[in-house]
């Protein structure tokens, strides 16, 4: 299996290591095209008045100077010019992605980019709430979730969002397949200071966002200490609307 490796986190960071490390159990082709620096909350977004460099890390190791969409458009266009790989896995995130944060996330995004192109996909990203920033949940578990998943034929234009709970390994209560929840970011905070200029400025800041723990939810099962395991769609329309909007345009 060939499996491309990517993150929002950027090339150097500390998930990173830890997703090499459990690719390398799942096989002996991985290869890496991750961001040249941090591009947490870049969404889908893609680079086009500026261009993007490809720099060279080591055997099969990548970075792209632009967003995780770019890493990965950049790798299937330029590094597999010859043969798709098989898999694309973007991780492991410093911090959960769980309920409305796909929409801000490059990790996410950088799957759905592997997902436009017809390739199976998978984020991974660990909660950090409470553990000072381990990722013993994902050392511990990642292999048990991964290799499953590998193994499913998926529909097209879809990925998996998988979330690791802020907890050590022996304390992950299992794995849960589980709907997206549902954050309020209208209550996330906003920091306004000064610069040196005397000029203001603005920080943003989803500290106070309302989390939603409705039954069945990726935010539910990380907070009860498992294991979040949830199949995304790219598809947003709302088909039960359709009939609805068309009878207001109809004659």
């Known amino acids: 299996m060939r499996i491309l490796l990517t993150n929002d986190d950027g090339i150097h960071a500390p998930g990173l290591a830890v997703l090499e490390a459990l690719a390398a159990e799942l096989s002996d082709e991985v290869w890496v095209c991750a961001p040249a620096e941090e591009q947490s909350g870049a969404g889908h977004s893609l680079t086009l008045h500026q261009p993007v460099r490809l ?5 099969r190791r990548y970075s792209v100077t632009g967003t995780p969409t770019d890493s990965v ?16 896995i973007s991780g492991v995130n410093a911090g959960e992605n769980l309920g409305d944060d796909i929409t801000y996330s490059g990790t996410i995004s950088a799957a759905m980019e592997a997902a436009l192109a017809g390739i199976p996909a998978i984020g991974l990203s660990q909660a950090f709430r409470n553990n000072g920033g381990s990722f013993s949940a994902t050392e511990g578990w990642g292999k048990r979730v991964l290799e499953p998943l590998i193994n499913v034929t998926m529909a097209k234009r879809t990925l998996v969002n998988v979330n690791f709970p802020a907890l050590p390994a022996d304390k992950v209560r299992g794995i849960r397949v589980v709907r997206q929840g549902f954050h309020d970011y209208s209550r996330g905070s906003l920091v306004q200071g000064e610069d040196p200029r005397g000029r203001p400025y603005y920080w943003f800041g989803l500290q106070d966002a309302e989390h939603t723990l409705d039954h069945g939810t990726d935010l539910e099962a990380v907070e009860d200490g498992y294991v979040a395991v949830t199949p995304l769609q790219l598809d947003l329309t709302h088909h039960a609307a359709i009939g609805a909007l068309a009878d207001r345009f109809s004659a």
Do not use: M, Q, W
């Not at 458009?73 to 694309?88: E, G, Q, S, Y």
């Open 73 to 88: 458009n950049l790798a299937l266009r330029k590094l597999f010019a010859d043969k798709l790989p098989d898999l694309v």
């Open 55 to 59: 720099r060279e890390h080591g055997n």
